[in-house]
């Protein structure tokens, strides 16, 4: 909190940098489509940036479809498509936002904090609570979305980019050509996923 | 950005009237992170287009007519039996289930007047069919009215005790066979295994693993009415109970 004070601008631009991992999997956790992004509001360059990025390419997959579990049991007792924040991964400080198709493909939005200058030296657990802490003073600090991941803010950012996916998705499969279930390789897709991400995350 | 320019204002849909190759040199240029895609002389991908425009227009019914008649006919080729004539309809039905429930539901969570208004009473987006019923009432209604322009005309529960997963939905003229007369050898087809197939595709999609057939009831006043046996799955019905108890609509 007086590290804040002290030095308002460093936490506020930090923070805002949040990074992001989005897939879409069919019903039967085929990854159809992948791609990585970082905060483009408040100054942000839009490159994901994420905790460690020598193994983020294959941990966020793992975190991803470890999440698929509560994604299952959350199916059927929410009957929305826009499933909200269903899991954390502590260590990673790794957030998943769930959008569920009618259809039963599933977006997953993972999305991770940048690291804290603090927390830099620590480990697990540790890691975790500095987190917790620093989220309460950025949440007073600033309301930008990428300050906390779990803010009614935050929830309704992913919302917009989630509807603005689903409209292109469903666009993706009207087309006579693809099957269910066939990975999505449109660059017009990934052009407009990348530009919902722009417009609002 | 490199975004495909939008022509929000264009209207013209003659895609397919050139070539898409005369103009794929000049949109590697638009494009440089797709070499090689191929874009309709007008620059409007699939992604440029409304998918509400189409909302109200109907198709043709001759050229539906026509086109189904072929389809038939390509699902007659080197068949064993109308058995399995009626699997192959429903195996072309079923992907367009899939594709329709994303679409009933992007047109109902886009527009004020929602098209799923009588399974859902509140505007904002609707709910993904979590019980059989509310399943049911979205192919019976929302779904129908997509296809043919009005609800299927009944809706019931199987009475035998013995098969509680079997409902039936009934349509008193089904469209599908208004132009389809059927040999009296083969009175046994019923090419509404299409529309059975779409049910089946809506179903699955929505995580509720079912067979469903269509069969012919014909009544002095509705020659051509058929009714469409669907039969949910044993795992579907142990999730049913479990929702049931706790107290999920």
């Not at chain 1, 970082?38 to 942000?44: D, Q, W």
């Not at chain 1, 998943?96 to 940048?114: K, V």
């Not at chain 2, 594709?99 to 009473?121: I, Q, V």
């Not at chain 2, 669907?230 to 999920?248: C, I, P, Q, T, W």
């Amino acid at each position: 909190m007086a590290l804040s004070l002290r030095n308002p601008t460093l936490i506020n631009r930090d923070q805002h940098k949040m990074s992001y991992y989005f897939t879409i999997l069919s019903p039967t956790d085929t990854p159809l489509f992948n791609i990585a992004f970082g905060t483009s509001k408040g100054g942000g360059d839009g490159i994901a940036r994420f905790r460690f990025p020598e193994t983020a390419q294959y941990m966020n997959q793992f975190i991803i479809h470890s999440s698929l579990d509560i994604l299952e049991e959350a199916q059927w007792t929410n009957g929305s498509m826009y499933l909200k924040h269903i899991d954390t991964y502590p260590p990673a400080a790794a957030y998943i936002t769930a959008f569920l198709t009618p259809s039963g493909a599933r977006f997953l939005l993972l999305h991770q904090p940048p690291h804290l200058p603090s927390s830099t030296g620590s480990s697990g657990l540790g890691a975790s609570s500095l987190l917790g802490s620093a989220g309460s003073t950025t949440r007073a600090s600033s309301s930008s979305i990428a300050a906390n991941p779990t803010s009614p803010q935050t929830e309704e950012a992913v919302r917009q980019f989630m509807n603005e996916v689903y409209e292109n998705y469903v666009k993706t499969a009207m087309n006579p050509f693809y099957k269910q279930g066939m990975e999505i390789k449109s660059p017009v897709f990934r052009t407009r996923v990348t530009a919902a991400g722009k417009k609002w995350l | 950005m490199a975004a495909p320019p939008r022509h929000a204002t264009m209207l013209s849909i003659s895609n397919g009237d050139k070539p898409a190759q005369t103009q794929a040199q000049s949109q590697q240029g638009t494009l440089p992170q797709s070499p090689g895609l191929r874009v309709p002389s007008n620059r409007k991908t699939i992604y440029d287009r409304h998918l509400n425009r189409s909302r109200n227009a109907e198709s043709s019914r001759a050229s539906f007519a026509f086109l189904f008649g072929e389809m038939v006919t390509y699902a007659q080729r080197r068949v064993t039996g109308i058995q399995d004539l009626e699997k192959r309809l429903n195996e072309q039905g079923y992907p367009l289930g899939l594709r329709l429930l994303d679409l009933l539901f992007y047109r109902s969570t886009s527009t004020s007047s929602s098209a799923l208004s009588s399974s859902s009473t509140s505007s904002s987006p609707p709910n993904r069919p979590l019980r059989i019923i509310t399943l049911l009432h979205l192919i019976h209604g929302p779904l129908w009215r997509l296809l043919f322009g009005r609800a299927a005309d009944a809706l019931e529960h199987s009475v035998s005790p013995d098969t509680p997963n079997e409902y039936m939905i009934t349509d008193n003229d089904p469209l599908v066979n208004t132009y389809i007369s059927v040999p009296r050898e083969m009175s046994m087809l019923n090419c509404a295994a299409f529309v059975a197939g779409i049910i089946e595709g809506v179903c699955d999609g929505c995580g509720f693993e079912t067979k469903v057939s269509a069969h012919n009831q014909p009544t002095d006043l509705w020659p051509s009415r058929t009714v469409f046996l669907v039969r949910f799955g044993d795992a579907v019905m142990e999730r049913e109970k479990v929702l049931e108890r706790s107290g999920v609509k």
